[in-house]
T-cell receptor, first 117, second 114 residues
Framework: AQSVAQPEDQVNVAEGNPLTVKCTYS??????LFWYVQYPNRGLQFLLK??????LVKGSYGFEAEFNKSQTSFHLKKPSALVSDSALYFC???????????????FGTGTKLQVIP | GAGVSQTPSNKVTEKGKYVELRCDPI?????LYWYRQSLGQGPEFLIY????????DSGLPNDRFFAVRPEGSVSTLKIQRTERGDSAVYLC????????????FGSGTRLTVV
């Protein structure tokens, strides 16, 4: 069975500082990995995904994520945090299919990011 | 449509009643997913449609839950004999095909069973 762990319920960072939101995963075979963001009273929005290739993936709003196969991690990063980045962030995983796609995606429990002005 | 539309946005029902939740995916998206998000939790997979057929319904918690997508577009999630534990936000998502890109989620239906 596939699973995702987000060890931090909340991350606080000062505006302008770099941020990291941690994620580790467990899946059979190669992973298809995602990050989503959820703003208050709004739906989940896709940020970025990793399938294969370069371990550093760039996504929306200046976010990037680093895939580390040996540590089974996919941490979300941003070089300089904005107050508007404050939201709930979800990491998600699915087994990578032979077709290059995915099916059932499993989400973590989420990490609340608070950027302090 | 421009995005994934879910109706109603809020639904309050009495314990034991039947409810239907509707999802209208992005036009042309063949894959459609239902998730349930309880307070303080991540989305929990319920069911996945590829076209008209349910490709994976392993997440449906019990036989009170059922979903259809008769024409391969709009989907309806049906819950019979609702229980207070069914209270959650029900999220629908669609994607262009199996495993293409990320999901586009709707804003969800907040179901409250009283």
């Amino acid at each position: 069975a596939q699973s995702v762990a987000q060890p931090e319920d909340q991350v606080n960072v000062a505006e302008g500082n770099p941020l990291t939101v941690k994620c580790t995963y467990s899946v059979s075979g190669n992973p298809y990995l995602f990050w989503y963001v959820q703003y208050p009273n709004r739906g989940l929005q896709f940020l970025l995904k990793y399938i294969t290739g370069d371990n550093l993936v760039k996504g929306s709003y200046g976010f990037e994520a680093e895939f580390n196969k040996s540590q089974t991690s996919f941490h979300l990063k941003k070089p300089s945090a904005l107050v508007s980045d404050s939201a709930l962030y979800f990491c998600a995983v699915s087994p990578l299919l032979n077709s290059g796609g995915y099916q059932k995606v499993t989400f973590g429990t989420g990490t609340k990011l608070q950027v302090i002005p | 449509g421009a995005g994934v539309s879910q109706t109603p946005s809020n639904k309050v029902t009495e314990k034991g009643k039947y409810v239907e939740l509707r999802c209208d995916p992005i036009s042309g998206h063949t894959a459609l997913y239902w998730y349930r998000q309880s307070l303080g939790q991540g989305p929990e997979f319920l069911i996945y449609f590829q076209g008209t057929g349910a490709a994976d319904d392993s997440g449906l918690p019990n036989d009170r839950f059922f979903a259809v997508r008769p024409e391969g577009s709009v989907s309806t999630l049906k819950i019979q004999r609702t229980e207070r534990g069914d209270s959650a936000v029900y999220l629908c998502a669609s994607s262009p095909g199996q495993g293409m890109g990320g999901y586009t989620f709707g804003s969800g239906t907040r179901l409250t069973v009283v």
